[in-house]
């Protein structure tokens, strides 16, 4: 079985980040304030379904693109 990620999320599902899978990705994500332990909420979904806006730790929303999003694992 899989790990859940971001990308799996639904609109206004809630999860708390664990891990990334991608080193260099997970550089520009914690960058951006996207810390284990900190929960993420799925709020927005672009027409197409690409690119998605999650809000981070009740502070701000993130603009990420799908590929983005699947390198993020929740708990």
């Known amino acids: 079985m899989s790990a859940r990620t971001v990308s799996h999320l ?3 599902e809630k999860g708390v980040i664990k891990s ?3 080193r260099a990705m997970s550089l520009k994500l914690l960058e951006m304030g996207c810390l284990p332990g ?4 799925l709020d927005a979904i672009a027409p197409f ?3 998605i806006c999650i809000n981070v730790g009740g502070s701000y929303c993130l603009s ?3 590929n983005e999003a699947a390198v993020i694992e929740l708990e």
Not at 38 to 41: N, P, Q, T
Request: glycine fraction near 12%.
């Open 49 to 51: 379904g690409d690119p």
């Open 20 to 22: 990334f899978t991608d």
């Open 38 to 41: 900190c929960e993420v909420r």
């Open 64 to 66: 990420l693109r799908l």
């Open 10 to 12: 639904r609109k206004g």
